[in-house]
């Protein structure tokens, strides 16, 4: 046909083959002719194209001058590859293209129908192609492109008989609305739809016509399908391939047979729906496929397993996957086993995952399959995902041995897997460390020219949560240092996470100036966002918290005001429109916090009151982001239990009869907990009450009794008992009576703890009784020896004589008792001195059970402290 070239096999030659480029180098053919021969009639009064081109000034020449050639554009850095650059000059090139391309094409439209030169019509073919190619970018296109049609149907209408509306000049009116579909340069499913339309009424009229120039061939179904699966679904997608089928097989249209790629194209649909039975659907079209004789090939049964992926089914999508592997009748490739794997690693089976892991990784050994960095990878992450603590050591076996071998080299994601490992387990001791001489490591090979070892974000990201968990004394330090240098460096720059991490490790850090720098940092982290310098490191709630969590730890003076003004500072910052940086309750609660943290006596309580004021009236108004819960009222108890009032018992014992009003009134999240009644037992046993070790007791009878009742959250524990024996231990009065009382509340609450359900004494439990015998029994005392005898060989069978118990075993049992308690450890010649024992020389089985001690349990450091030592620590 003439003006028509040679029609693409496949939708990405098409695509690519209607160039604008082939366009300009068309008009540039035609300002070369003779006026005559013009594609318009100059007689009828239309302006031709060439004089149009001529008068505007055609931009072919200004373009080929600044289009770089192969070998410029190949020069430049690997990174920019691929990069569309903004560039004015071609933009404004480009918008000169489009209005000359404008003006030509109303110019032809609007002419009158057999007005077009006989024998250059084809002319307009052209211009037809040059729209259709910007359907990928202009949303006008696909519309310009039917009104070039129809005045090519029209032409043919006026008796221009070598016009010709073939079958490939469809294909273009189908590739523009295509294009806008898959490009979303207009609403998809509106394009999708469109051309659906059009391909439906060609094969309408080729049948009742029967003219093979409109009969649709293989690339008419083909661009719309892949339209339909790309912008409308499987579903949809699935009724098309079923009229494909039922045309070919009636015999209607013989281009209409589906082929692999078709149905090829409906498995992918299915696998990207996003749906719950995508796996299922995915199944049920292999067996279609069989049934119309299309033999699934691995790359089918690939996309099944995806399927199943996608579907997030957990376990179920693992075992479907793996079933699937089992039962594919296509040879298996590495795809395969590590789409399987990857499924294993997200079913969040944990060991289960990591051993069918490891299974697989052996299976595809012994399949004469050597294992490429995907598959390498893959495994790596089900032993990450399983949270095992063995994933530090597999992971890093697996990196060792990806680094030795020639065709399986470990990439980014590799060692950012690993590092990951380091970082979930980050505090056993070393692990941070590991974690950022890994990063070290990756810059040196970077800077070494292997440029893809390059850490990111993510990378540095890990290296900083690793020492936000890590139990080391410079952790925070550590973890300013990588945030430094990537503040230092243009890329990668630091994120949200980034800071709020630091933050996290300052708030846990026990070394001066932690909470000062967090501040400094924060102010920072404000500064550089609202200044563009840092845009993805928004400043938000969970950061000020952290800051404010740093200042409570502190202990400073003013810590609690300087808290006060981050939430004030918060406060204006959503007034002015930053809506992220709204106080919420968390907020509220860590300044409570940090108020009750101040030792500041009653205006510390005082102050956690007014805070707890302003949330509940906040709440009235509606605002239920900030409205208390259990966490604000136990604050306030807390705050009232620091205090040191002679009130503050009372205050305490007020909020929990609140707390419980609240509760039985219906409000949420208010019923008192354990904490609740351990913090006011606690505050009984700091008041003046000559009678609080009874008064603490009753409270864990009222405990008990609304447990037995059904009130889960009033369990007692251990803490609840060694309360109550703290009470005892701390009454403070000179009637014997009274402290003898005092004492057997202590005496029936430690028998009680012994046989409860509860749990069991601990070490501070019997040190916190030992201390009672020691303030509430005088040496004279005949019960004195055998009550402190019994409970210390008690301690001793349940293996908990720690740091506490030696110290007020002191203290309380006279020096021969003392010294009879511990024979076994004094030896019969006196080798160690009473005065200098300490917990490291004592039976490993009295001390089995301990935790720690009373320093292992502030910052995990175990330290050799002797009796004289620690009566200088306790108060």
Not at 135 to 157: Q, T, Y
Not at 477 to 505: C, G, H, Y
């Amino acid at each position: 046909m003439p003006g028509v070239r040679k029609r693409p096999t496949t939708i990405l030659a098409l695509l690519c083959s209607f160039g604008l480029h082939q366009y300009d180098a068309f008009l540039t053919i035609q300002q070369s002719r003779k006026p005559g021969h013009s594609m318009l009639k100059l007689t009828d009064g239309h302006i031709s194209i060439t004089h149009l081109a001529a008068q505007m000034g055609h931009p072919d020449e200004r373009k080929r001058r600044g289009r770089r050639s192969n070998h410029q554009r190949y020069r430049q850095p690997h990174h920019n590859r691929g990069r569309r650059s903004y560039d004015p000059q071609q933009k404004e090139e480009s918008e000169e293209r489009r209005a000359w391309l404008v003006q030509a094409t109303n110019n032809v439209v609007s002419s009158e129908p057999g007005s077009l030169v006989t024998g250059h019509w084809h002319e307009l073919v052209s211009m037809l192609k040059a729209w259709s190619r910007r359907s990928k970018f202009d949303p006008e296109a696909p519309i310009i492109v039917e009104r070039v049609f129809k005045r090519l149907l029209d032409e043919k209408a006026a008796g221009n008989f070598e016009v010709s509306a073939s079958t490939e000049l469809y294909n273009i009116l189908l590739d523009a609305w295509a294009c806008a579909a898959i490009f979303r340069t207009r609403e998809e499913s509106t394009a999708s739809q469109r051309a659906r339309e059009i391909l439906v009424s060609l094969q309408e009229a080729y049948e009742e016509g029967a003219d093979a120039d409109l009969k649709p061939d293989a690339q008419s179904f083909h661009v719309v399908l892949h339209a339909v699966c790309r912008t409308e679904g499987p579903v949809v997608a699935r009724r098309v391939l079923a009229w494909m089928e039922y045309l070919y097989k009636v015999g209607k249209n013989a281009d209409a047979k589906p082929t692999r790629k078709h149905y090829i194209m409906i498995l992918d649909a299915y696998a990207n729906s996003k749906r719950e039975n995508a796996g299922v659907l995915v199944e049920g079209f292999l067996r279609h496929m069989k049934v119309t004789g299309v033999t699934p090939d691995t790359y089918c049964y690939n996309i099944a397993i995806k399927a199943w992926i996608r579907s997030k089914g957990g376990r179920e999508s693992a075992e479907h996957a793996d079933r699937i592997l089992e039962e594919m009748e296509a040879p298996k490739d590495l795809v395969t086993y590590s789409t399987v794997i990857s499924a294993w690693a997200a079913s969040g089976m944990r060991s289960h995952a990591v051993a069918r892991a490891e299974e697989l990784l052996k299976e595809l050994n012994e399949a004469g399959l050597e294992p490429n960095t995907i598959v390498m990878n893959s495994v790596m992450s089900t032993w990450v995902k399983s949270r095992n603590p063995a994933a530090v050591n597999r992971t890093a076996d697996m990196l060792e041995q990806m680094e030795l071998s020639s065709t399986c080299l470990p990439d980014l994601f590799s060692y950012n897997t690993h590092l990951h490992a380091l970082s979930m387990h980050a505090k056993r001791p070393g692990y941070a460390k590991r974690a950022s001489d890994l990063i070290a490591s990756l810059e040196e090979k970077c800077a070494a020219g292997e440029v893809h070892l390059r850490p990111n974000l993510f990378s540095y990201n890990l290296a900083i949560d690793a020492w936000s968990k890590a139990d080391d004394y410079d952790a925070a330090w550590n973890a300013v240092k990588i945030l430094r240098k990537m503040i230092d460096r243009e890329w990668p720059r630091p994120d949200t996470f980034s800071f709020n991490q630091v933050f996290i490790a300052l708030s846990r850090s026990s070394r001066p100036g932690a909470a000062q720098l967090s501040e400094r940092l924060l102010q920072y982290m404000v500064d550089g966002y609202r200044l563009g310098i840092h845009k993805n490191a928004r400043p938000d709630v969970f950061g000020f918290t952290s800051v404010i969590v740093a200042l409570a730890r502190s202990g400073e003076a003013d810590a609690a005001e300087r808290a006060e003004s981050l939430v004030e500072q918060m406060k204006k910052a959503h007034a002015a429109g930053e809506k992220f940086l709204k106080p919420t309750r968390v907020v509220y609660n860590a300044l409570i916090d940090c108020w009750a943290k101040s030792g500041r006596g009653t205006f510390a309580a005082r102050k956690a009151e007014a805070i707890l004021q302003e949330m509940e009236a906040l709440g009235a108004q509606g605002d239920t982001t900030v409205s208390p819960n259990i966490v604000t009222y136990n604050a306030v108890l807390n705050s009232w239990a620091r205090s040191g009032t002679r009130c503050c018992a009372n205050k305490a014992e007020e909020y929990l009869e609140r707390m419980w009003e609240l509760h039985k009134g219906g409000v949420g999240g208010v019923a008192p907990n354990d904490k609740s009644f351990n913090t006011v037992i606690n505050a009984i046993s700091k008041s003046p009450n000559e009678f609080k070790g009874q008064k603490a007791l009753r409270l864990l009878r009222r405990m008990d009794k609304l447990y037995q009742a059904g009130y889960k959250e009033a369990r007692p524990n251990e803490v609840t008992y060694t309360s109550v024996l703290n009470s005892c231990a701390f009454t403070a009065s000179l009637d014997e009576r009274t402290r003898r009382k005092a004492f057997d509340t202590a005496i029936f609450t430690l028998q009680e703890l012994q046989a409860s359900r509860y749990g069991s004494p601990n070490d501070i439990a019997y040190g916190t009784f030992m201390q009672a015998c020691a303030n509430l029994l005088s040496e004279d005392d005949e019960m004195l020896r055998g009550v402190i005898e019994e409970a210390f060989q008690q301690c001793c069978k349940d293996g908990q004589v720690g740091e506490m118990v030696l110290y007020h075993l002191r203290d309380a049992a006279p020096e021969d008792l003392f010294s009879e308690l511990l024979r076994e450890v004094l030896g019969t010649e006196g080798s160690i001195n009473i005065d200098t024992i300490n917990i490291e020389d004592l039976p490993p089985e009295w001390r089995r059970n301990v935790f720690g001690s009373r320093k292992e349990r502030i910052d995990g450091r175990r330290s050799r402290v002797n009796v004289q030592t620690r009566k200088k620590l306790l108060p």
